[in-house]
């Protein structure tokens, strides 16, 4: 597959793994395979949507400019508005913060035949917070752990879980904010914490090499996704999303043949009383 998958059963370094590759297709090929994998896509959110039985999260982690607007732009031109939403998490407010962690999160977790999209997540709490040391470290170290639990919870109760590393270069990233000072239409997402932030780019590589590291397991496994190339980007999440939904197609066609059997037993049956009392 075309992003790199993380289950547990092996130890990755992000150092190791290519922000630009291009799976050995053009883009215009590319662009075609995206089409007909996001066309597909949308086939089977509405199929487990009808269905009922699975929740949907997909979580969006990256640096700044790793492009995750533009990838939760991508999968809504393919999923239906009526069971998708998107939950962004900003800087933690003072309610939020009164908390524990993983309380904000909870509560936009997708139901069952639904889909979210975590634009960051709970994974904030051991990447920005680690870096900036806005917790003591033992604190945020049992996060993992809080993670892990929290995760298996959302899996026992039948959620899908994907996890995507938008991984770029510092170079691109560099590239992408000049591109903003650049281009008028960008210039409103300029902001020279971006700038700042970027300072700590290495200690946030190995925050999220820990995070992937740490977090990663059959059940929530982690993508990191070559995202230098945006047109890759999307073809990689789209791929990865594809085929976890499909593992789940054969139990959703059952389900919805049996939802048909019985609503067919049911009609049929309302008609034969409607015969006996003359009605039509
Ligand atoms: P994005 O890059 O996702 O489009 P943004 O930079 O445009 O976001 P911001 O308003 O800056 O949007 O909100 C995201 C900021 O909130 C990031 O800097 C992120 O690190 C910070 N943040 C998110 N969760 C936490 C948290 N738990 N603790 C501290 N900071 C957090």
Known sequence: MFAERVDGSKSIRLSEIPTNSDGGLSKEIAEKQTKALGDR???LADLMYFAGQHPLLVILQGMDTSGKDGTIRFLLQHLNAQGTSVASFKVPTPRELSQDFLWRCH???PRRGAITIFNRS???DVLVVRVHSLTPEERWRKRYGH?????????DNETIITKFFLHISKEEQEERLLAREKETEKAWKLSAGDWKEREYWQDYQDAYEDAINKTSSPEAPWFVVPSDRKWFRNLAIVEALVQALERHEEGWMEKLEKIGTEAKAELAEYRSTQRGSGAN
């Open 41 to 43: 896509l949308g086939e």
């Open 107 to 109: 509560q936009d977790t």
């Open 122 to 124: 709970h994974y904030e």
């Open 147 to 155: 993670i892990r639990a929290f995760e298996d919870l959302l899996s």
